[in-house]
């Protein structure tokens, strides 16, 4: 008979290799504006501030990316993920592999008047001066789609 252990606990704080509780723990930074910090051998190489746009787990073939406009996290990426709680109440993600490691926070965006931290807030972007576009692979054996069919043209 063999008696699984119990789940580990965790309480503001802690290190999971989990990919399952390292998924459930970074999901909250889906859609939100975060600072990171790539650190190398103890030195800092990059940083920068971006939106998390997806996060996934047990897909190998995707890779984890940050850049300003779009983040992208797999969590299989990762060896494991180091958390802490900020005296904000808000958490700080390390996710480690070797060597490296990524620093995630959210990021600081508006002043409080009655405080000297930063407040998190939402990246709020005018729906005006955006627009939203579905990109779709191409399929050369649609015979809807071709030269001869249309002028290039979006309309």
């Not at 580990?8 to 390292?22: A, E, H, Q, R, T």
């Not at 709680?85 to 490296?100: I, N, S």
């Not at 939402?122 to 015979?143: G, S």
């Given at each position: 008979?063999?008696?699984?252990?119990?789940?580990?606990?965790?309480?503001?704080?802690?290190?999971?290799?989990?990919?399952?509780?390292?998924?459930?723990?970074?999901?909250?930074?889906?859609?939100?504006?975060?600072?990171?910090?790539?650190?190398?051998?103890?030195?800092?190489?990059?940083?920068?501030?971006?939106?998390?746009?997806r996060i996934v787990m047990?897909?190998?073939?995707?890779?984890?990316?940050?850049?300003?406009?779009?983040?992208?996290?797999?969590?299989?990426?990762?060896?494991?993920?180091?958390?802490?709680?900020?005296?904000?109440?808000?958490?700080?993600y390390t996710l480690v592999?070797?060597?490296?490691?990524?620093?995630?926070?959210?990021?600081?965006?508006?002043?409080?008047?009655?405080?000297?931290?930063?407040?998190?807030?939402?990246?709020?972007?005018p729906a005006a001066e955006?627009?939203?576009?579905?990109?779709?692979?191409?399929?050369?054996?649609?015979?809807?789609?071709?030269?001869?069919?249309?002028?290039?043209?979006?309309?």
């Amino acid at each position: 008979m063999s008696i699984e252990p119990p789940a580990k606990f965790f309480v503001n704080s802690g290190l999971v290799s989990n990919p399952v509780d390292m998924f459930n723990l970074v999901r909250p930074l889906l859609k939100q504006t975060v600072s990171y910090r790539y650190i190398r051998g103890g030195a800092a190489v990059s940083r920068g501030t971006g939106w998390v746009e997806r996060i996934v787990m047990g897909r190998p073939s995707v890779s984890t990316f940050f850049t300003p406009l779009s983040i992208c996290l797999n969590v299989d990426s990762f060896e494991h993920l180091e958390f802490e709680t900020r005296p904000d109440q808000l958490l700080v993600y390390t996710l480690v592999q070797g060597d490296e490691r990524v620093v995630v926070e959210y990021a600081p965006v508006a002043e409080r008047e009655d405080h000297d931290q930063p407040v998190q807030q939402p990246l709020a972007l005018p729906a005006a001066e955006y627009v939203q576009m579905e990109l779709t692979a191409f399929d050369p054996d649609d015979e809807s789609i071709g030269p001869e069919k249309g002028s290039g043209r979006v309309e």
